[in-house]
């Protein structure tokens, strides 16, 4: 009985022991948990539980030059419901009010958001939703409902903003105006203005502090941004609407009268280089309609990156070289010898069936003689080609702009000693082949001879902007002051204007109105789609008027339909920069100047209803919201650095502050919604 004790007693004290061992063991991890790990453990469940999320700053806003809006942030919100948060005796008192007000604003059946309330609270749902995509008039109106009045703690409001980025004048000029996202691969990415200038446009994104609820979910903490969001600057660009608008639906007419693939436009500033308009449409694959009315939309850049052969507009350098050589002058005489002429077995033809007998070089260009030009480069710089290529060169010819909008394409000109040099390089070149160029290297190149040999750099913005303050300005950046002599300059001058007046693009020709210029038409070097048949370019390229040029024009239009046999580009670009010319100086818009109070002058718009294609010319004043919907009044205001009132709902019946009325940031301004 004693041995059986003892033993007992053993296993007594090793249990006890074991026990000791273990609170010792569990001391020791507690101490090291809280000590030594603590902070660890403490900073891990504080971001499973409570994190800051990014509020993104709202970008700057995009205008053209007369101050239309071509790019905003919209600010979007949705309405979610914390249904623990407000005590019982709440909840029942305001749940049928605020089902009714919801109702009214949103149009639904008061049962329908009574019933999910009610049900959200059953379920300690805390993150119901209410409604979402609503603008900044419903977001303010819901925040005053009964209940959601009472605030995020109290009321159980869960408010969440984005913004969505809105183009006012719509398509035109969207992919000049670009944007910026992100690719698949969660890399960033984007295209035009809105991604060249994107380090002013940006600002600074906030932070808000939320906390981890029921399934996954977050809510804010607190009313407040930890950070408040800084917004981005304004860019302001060159384009104006009204020119733009013109370019753009000159160029759609074309297109779809020849059934082209697609094309280009663009309108330049002489002396500046300002870019007034720019448009690329290209075909709509997908659409079912594959005649002459198919949808055209801008995909693809054509102006600045597409660079391909340009046929005879590349006939000015080697008229300009010639000239500046005094290799010959433009009254020189060449035999067209019957509109074919062969060079290492290769016929270079003229497109009037046996040429135009003997003419002088001048006559040659007007008429855009393949023969005649070419036997003029070809005859001069045989025996040192490189004295030729050595002046397109210094044209810049074969070098990108340099331009701040990505994509540029890359220009080539062949150089004697390279691998690509054969002995019909000299003489292709002369008339566009075996060369390549954008469009708007080509309208720079001519924008030069417009301004008196003075080659400046196509300029998409002007200024960058906080409010009226000016960030940073862009002047105008000189590529070449002196691409030429002002003697080749005159000669150069009168042999365009000729080409529209008895040239080529004679058709064009209008007593009471002067343009000068060069047609183009290339042979595509490629066969579509695996075909055989042939693919040309259309261009014309020049500037109006012709004795002051104030404006230089490219149109480049790809593949039109040739069983119209008007594919030159006299018939087929020509007539879109027509149209342009004598639009921009025939039908320029008339605004009513009046005096206000303060003798300031101000510029008021004659009505609201073509608002987002003529929006207001000037940043600093009063627009017509008249007849707008209350969302797109709001923010269009609210962008303007206006504060914002609102009675009522629906679209905008009058407005405290008359159209055209200088004002300050901050201004109050109270819309009155019907």
């Given at each position: 009985?004693a ?5 007992i ?17 569990i ?34 806003n ?6 239309s ?16 948060a407000p005590?019982a ?20 059946p ?7 309330l ?20 419903e977001y ?16 159980g409001?869960?408010t ?20 910026e996202?992100a ?34 979910q977050?809510k804010p ?29 000159a ?16 309108v ?56 500046e ?8 005489v ?12 290769k ?8 040429g135009y ?9 007007e ?14 710089y045989?025996?040192?080609?490189a ?13 990108p702009?340099?331009?701040p ?48 040999g003075?080659?400046?750099k ?22 070449n ?12 001058k ?6 529209v007046?008895?040239g080529?693009?004679?058709?064009l ?5 002067s ?11 490629y066969a ?20 002051e040029?104030?404006?230089?024009c ?17 018939d ?11 639009k921009i ?28 294609t003529k ?29 914002i009132k609102v ?17 300050n ?10």
């Amino acid at each position: 009985m004693a041995v059986e004790d003892k033993y007992i007693s053993y296993r007594m004290y090793l249990v006890a022991f074991m026990m000791f061992v273990m609170a010792i063991a569990i001391t020791v991890k507690l101490t090291n948990i809280q000590w030594v790990e603590g902070d660890y453990y403490r900073k891990l469940a504080k971001e499973r539980t409570v994190r800051n999320f990014v509020i993104p700053a709202n970008k700057g806003n995009i205008y053209s030059a007369d101050g239309s809006l071509l790019a905003t942030s919209i600010p979007n919100y949705e309405i979610r419901f914390d249904a623990v948060a407000p005590k019982a005796e709440a909840f029942e008192k305001n749940v049928k009010p605020l089902a009714d007000s919801l109702s009214i604003l949103l149009k639904k059946p008061s049962s329908e958001f009574q019933s999910g309330l009610r049900k959200a609270r059953a379920t300690k749902n805390r993150y119901f939703l209410v409604a979402r995509d609503l603008s900044y008039t419903e977001y303010m109106k819901i925040k005053s409902f009964p209940l959601f009045s009472l605030g995020a703690y109290k009321g159980g409001i869960i408010t969440e903003q984005k913004t969505v980025r809105e183009h006012p004048i719509g398509k035109i000029a969207e992919r000049t105006i670009g944007y910026e996202r992100a690719t698949p691969n969660g890399l960033p990415d984007g295209k035009g203005i809105e991604w060249a200038f994107r380090k002013y446009l940006n600002g600074k994104d906030g932070k808000i502090l939320k906390q981890k609820i029921a399934k996954g979910q977050w809510k804010p903490i607190r009313d407040v941004n930890e950070v408040d969001p800084q917004d981005g600057y304004d860019v302001i660009s060159t384009i104006d609407v009204y020119i733009q608008d013109i370019a753009h639906h000159a160029l759609l007419k074309q297109l779809r009268q020849y059934n082209a693939d697609h094309g280009c436009v663009v309108v330049m500033e002489t002396k500046t280089g300002k870019i007034k308009a720019i448009s690329n449409l290209g075909k709509n694959p997908n659409s079912a309609n594959k005649a002459a009315d198919s949808t055209y939309f801008e995909t693809t850049n054509y102006a600045i990156a597409e660079s391909h052969e340009p046929g005879s507009t590349y006939k000015l350098a080697d008229l300009m070289t010639l000239l500046e050589d005094k290799k010959v002058d433009t009254s020189a005489v060449f035999d067209s010898q019957g509109g074919i002429i062969t060079y290492s077995g290769k016929k270079v033809r003229d497109s009037h069936e046996g040429g135009y007998g003997k003419i002088s070089l001048a006559r040659g260009f007007e008429v855009s003689s393949n023969t005649v030009l070419v036997q003029a480069v070809y005859n001069n710089y045989k025996n040192d080609p490189a004295q030729f290529v050595n002046h397109l060169n210094e044209y810049g010819l074969n070098k990108p702009l340099g331009l701040p909008i990505k994509g540029e394409g890359i220009p080539y000109v062949p150089q004697p000693g390279d691998k690509r040099w054969s002995a019909i390089s000299l003489p292709w070149m002369a008339f566009g082949y075996g060369v390549s160029i954008t469009p708007l290297q080509t309208l720079t190149f001519y924008n030069a001879v417009a301004n008196n040999g003075e080659m400046v750099k196509p300029q998409f913005v002007s200024e960058i902007k906080e409010w009226n303050k000016t960030i940073k300005k862009f002047n105008k950046e000189v590529i070449n002051p002196k691409v030429c002599s002002m003697e080749t300059i005159a000669k150069l001058k009168a042999v365009m204007k000729n080409v529209v007046k008895k040239g080529t693009g004679s058709k064009l020709y209008s007593k009471d109105f002067s343009m000068a210029g060069k047609t183009g038409t290339a042979q595509a070097n490629y066969a579509k789609n695996g075909g055989t048949e042939k693919h040309y370019i259309s261009s014309f390229v020049g500037y109006f008027p012709a004795d002051e040029p104030k404006y230089s024009c490219i149109v480049v239009v790809h593949e039109p339909n040739t069983s119209m046999n008007n594919y030159y580009g006299a018939d087929v670009a020509g007539p879109v920069f027509k149209r342009i010319a004598q639009k921009i100086f025939t039908d320029a818009p008339s605004m009513n100047e009046i005096k206000n109070l303060n003798k300031k002058s101000v510029i008021q718009e004659n009505s609201y209803a073509n608002y987002y294609t003529k929006a207001q010319t000037k940043q600093n004043t009063i627009p017509n919201v008249k007849g707008m919907s209350g969302m797109d009044a709001v923010a269009l205001l609210g962008n303007l650095g206006l504060n914002i009132k609102v009675k009522g709902t629906g679209k905008v019946k009058s407005q405290s502050i008359q159209p055209g009325q200088i004002f300050n940031k901050n201004t109050v301004i109270i819309l009155e919604l019907s």
